[in-house]
């Protein structure tokens, strides 16, 4: 009983007000879509979500290509400290807008010019927006992405990227781990550095949140099947 009132007390603490933004999200539940949303729940910014209906291909219409000419989510738009509309556009791009405008006291981030911020953007611009390729070139980079992350990882006394917490630099990373990499016949058990970190960010309430922008991230249910079902899974993919 008093270890559930202590996890109680341990979320209740973790609510506070949100910060008041005109930003509004356009965006899908995918990889990319979700590293713009974990990053507006983790700096606890209120922001607005116009869900993209990708399959009526809604972002390639004239009013979304005003937002982002490259006709892909995400995109953001926020009042600049002019007064007027501002654009963006790019996940790396909206990443690094937003701790530069709402992370003043550096919550995850840090000043630019600093050794930490060099390696933080390192980082943001190692995890990959996707991966190109036939199935064994997806599967065999894949490995050797996860591998050098777990390598880093292992070397880490905070069990995250960068320094002694969680940064700009674990919220895309972590949000392309988001996969059921069991699908490609990958065992995350394989990494356990990074196993580990992911599940590290999962219990974070910024992480749980924006992975469920605009709608529930269901990728990790995967993770609940059974070998047996994860490898014909993985089998059926490949055919």
Not at 192 to 200: D, N, Q, R, S, V
């Amino acid at each position: 009983m008093t270890s559930r009132l202590t996890q109680l007390q341990n979320h209740f603490s973790t609510i506070a007000a949100k910060t008041k933004t005109d930003i509004t999200l356009y965006t899908v539940d995918t990889p990319n879509g979700i590293k713009v949303s974990i990053l507006l729940e983790v700096l606890g910014l209120d922001y607005k979500v116009h869900p993209i209906k990708m399959m009526d291909n809604e972002q390639k219409e004239p009013w979304f290509l005003e937002n982002n000419p490259n006709g892909r989510i995400p995109a953001i738009t926020d009042t600049f400290t002019d007064g007027a509309q501002l654009r963006v556009f790019e996940s790396g791009a909206i990443l690094e807008y937003l701790v530069d405008r709402y992370d003043q006291d550096h919550k995850v981030s840090y000043p630019r010019n600093t050794r930490e911020h060099w390696e933080t953007t390192s980082w943001v611009r190692y995890a990959p927006e996707k991966i190109e390729y036939g199935i064994n070139r997806y599967v065999n980079e894949t490995r050797r992405l996860y591998r050098t992350m777990d390598t880093h990882l292992a070397k880490s006394t905070s069990g995250f990227l960068v320094c002694d917490r969680v940064t700009i630099a674990d919220v895309p990373a972590g949000a392309g781990r988001l996969l059921p990499v069991q699908w490609a016949d990958i065992d995350l058990a394989e990494f356990p550095h990074l196993e580990k970190w992911l599940y590290k960010l999962l219990e974070r309430p910024g992480f749980r949140q924006g992975r469920n922008v605009p709608s529930p991230h269901t990728a990790l249910d995967n993770l609940k099947l059974t070998e047996e079902e994860i490898k014909a899974k993985a089998a059926a993919s490949k055919a």
